[in-house]
C-alpha cells in the first residue's frame, strides 16, 4: 500500500515538473516583444499569444487539433474567428491597419478577452502581459493621431466628434445640390438623387418601405444608406463596390431598377439641351464642361457638405458633462464594453470596415420568409467576387441614427430596439436585457447632429 503510494506521489511530482517546464517554455518563448516597427511589435504579440491560430483563411492549427476530442471544438472555434475577423489579412505583411481593426485589437488586448479561456487552458503561460498591452495601446493610439485625424485628447476613445466642415468647392457644390435634386437624371424625369436619400428624414430612403423605391415604381434590394457623414465612409455602398462619393454618384443613373436603364452619354445629352446649365458646369469646369466626371463631381462636392456635427454626444466627448444624461452615459459604457465600437468605431461611428452579418448564428436562415434572398445579400462578395467576402457588409455609420429607420442593408428591422438586440445576437452572441437595450438606444439618440436641412 506504501508502495502504490510512493508511486502516485512520484507521478503528481513528476506532472508539476512537466507542467513547470511547459509554463516556463511558454513564457520564455514570448517574454520578449521583438525590435521593430509598432505594428511588427503588434504581429510579434498576436502570433505569440495565438491570434493567427483562429483568425486566418488558412490556420496554422497545432498538432492536438487533430485530435479526435479537439478537432470538433478546434474546427468551431477556428470558424467562428474567421467569421469575426480574418486578423492575418488586415495587420500581416505591412497591411496598414484599418481604424476597426485597431479598435478590435485594442479592446480584447485591454479586456483580457483573447486568447479565449480554453486555449489558455491549453497554452499554459499565453494571455497578454503588461509590456504587451501597452505595446498595442501606444500603437493604437499612434495610428489614430496620425493616420485618422484624433487630436491627443481623442485618441484614446474609439469615436471622436464630427468635425465642423471638411475642405470642399463652394462653387461647385452649390452646382452639385442642384445636381443632387435634378430629375432629369433619370430616364422618366421623376427620380433625383433626393428621391431615395431624403435630406430632410435623415438622408436616406423613405420610411414607409423596406427598401428604396425606384424608377417606375420598381423596388431594389437594398435599403439606401445614409448619404449623411458618407464622406468619412472608407467605400460606398453596403457592398463597397464605390471608392468614394464621385464613383457612387455614378451608379444609380445608369441602374435600371434605380433610375432607368440607360447611359451617361444620354443622361449629358439630355442635360446639355439646358444652355444655362452648360454654360455653368462651363465656367466651373473649364475646357471639360458638362460630363458624367463633372456632373458627379459636383454632386460630390455638395454630399462632403452633408455633415452634421454638434450632436449632444459630440458635446459630452468635448468636455461638455451633462450635455446626454446618464442612461445615455450607460448606453455608450455598454456600448464599449460589448464591443460594438469594435466595428461602429471612427467619427462616423462605421463605415471603417466590412464585417460579416452573422458571426455566432445564421442571419439569413432566420430572416423573415417574406424576404427572398437575392444578390444584394451577398454583400462584399458581389463586389469581389471572392467566398471569404460573402455576408459582409459595410458597417453602416451610427449618426443620426434614430432617423434612419428601418434598419440593416436589407430593411428587416422596423425599430432601433430591434436593430440593437439583433446585431448583440448575430455579432456578440449576447442576450441584451431591457435595461442594457434601452441605454445603447438612449447612447443612439444622442448621435443625432446638426445641418440646416433635417428637419428638426
Known amino acids: ?51 493567427f491560430v483562429c483568425h486566418a483563411q488558412e490556420p496554422n492549427l497545432p498538432f492536438y487539433a487533430k485530435l479526435p476530442v479537439m478537432k470538433k471544438v478546434m474546427a468551431k472555434h477556428t470558424s467562428t474567428a474567421l467569421r469575426a475577423v480574418d486578423l492575418e489579412s488586415r495587420i500581416v505583411g505591412g497591411v496598414p491597419a484599418d481604424e476597426a481593426v485597431l ?142 462619393l464621385q464613383e457612387q454618384a455614378a451608379g444609380p443613373p445608369e441602374n435600371p431598377v434605380e433610375m432607368g436603364d440607360q447611359t451617361w452619354d444620354q443622361i449629358c445629352e439630355r442635360l446639355r439641351e439646358d444652355k444655362a446649365l452648360v454654360k455653368l458646369f462651363e465656367s466651373l469646369y473649364p475646357g471639360e464642361g458638362l460630363t458624367r466626371n463633372t456632373v458627379t463631381g459636383a454632386i460630390a462636392e455638395f454630399e462632403k457638405t452633408l455633415i452634421t456635427p454638434d450632436a449632444p454626444f459630440d458635446r459630452y466627448l468635448k468636455g461638455e458633462t451633462d450635455a446626454i444624461d446618464a442612461q445615455a452615459i450607460e448606453g455608450y459604457d455598454y456600448f464599449k464594453r460589448f464591443a460594438c465600437a ?24 432566420e430572416r423573415s420568409e417574406d424576404i427572398e434572398y437575392c444578390a444584394d445579400d451577398d454583400g462584399l462578395k458581389g463586389f469581389t467576387g471572392k467566398d471569404a467576402d460573402l455576408h459582409r457588409f459595410k458597417v453602416p455609420g451610427l449618426r443620426n441614427v434614430a432617423l434612419t429607420a428601418p434598419y440593416f442593408h436589407d430593411g428587416s428591422m422596423a425599430t432601433l430596439e430591434d436593430a440593437v438586440r439583433a446585431m448583440a445576437r448575430y455579432e456578440l452572441d449576447r442576450d441584451l436585457s431591457d435595461a442594457e437595450v434601452t441605454s ?17
Not at 343 to 365: K, M, P
Open 440 to 456: 445603447l438606444v438612449a447612447f443612439m439618440n444622442s448621435l443625432t447632429g446638426q445641418s440646416r436641412y433635417l428637419a428638426q
Open 1 to 51: 500500500m506504501k508502495k502504490c503510494h510512493s508511486i502516485g506521489l512520484l507521478v503528481v511530482a513528476c506532472a508539476l515538473v512537466a507542467a513547470g517546464v511547459l509554463v516556463a517554455l511558454r513564457v520564455s518563448s514570448r517574454q520578449a516583444i521583438p525590435e521593430g516597427t509598432a505594428q511588427e511589435q503588434v504581429q510579434a504579440v498576436l502570433e505569440h499569444n495565438g491570434c
Open 103 to 244: 479598435s478590435m485589437v485594442a479592446h480584447v488586448t485591454a479586456n483580457g478577452e483573447m486568447p479565449i479561456s480554453q486555449y489558455r487552458m491549453i497554452h499554459w503561460g499565453s494571455g497578454v502581459g503588461a509590456k504587451e498591452k501597452r505595446a498595442v495601446a501606444e500603437w493604437v493610439y499612434d495610428n489614430r493621431l496620425n493616420r485618422f485625424g484624433y487630436s491627443d485628447s481623442e485618441a484614446s476613445e474609439p469615436v471622436r466628434p464630427v468635425p465642423e466642415t471638411v475642405p470642399y468647392d463652394a462653387a461647385k457644390a452649390m452646382l452639385g445640390e442642384a445636381m443632387y435634386n435634378d430629375t432629369r437624371i433619370s430616364l422618366d424625369g421623376t427620380i433625383s438623387c433626393a428621391s431615395c436619400h431624403i435630406l430632410k428624414d435623415g438622408g436616406d430612403s423613405d420610411p414607409a418601405h423596406r427598401t428604396s423605391e425606384g424608377i417606375y415604381g420598381q423596388f431594389g434590394g437594398v435599403n439606401a444608406p445614409t448619404v449623411y457623414n458618407a464622406v468619412f465612409n472608407v467605400q460606398q455602398f453596403w457592398n463597397g463596390r464605390a471608392a468614394d
Open 342 to 365: 469594435s466595428c461602429h468605431t471612427g467619427v462616423g461611428i462605421g463605415g471603417t470596415s466590412f464585417e460579416r452579418l452573422g458571426i455566432f448564428a445564421d442571419y439569413f436562415a
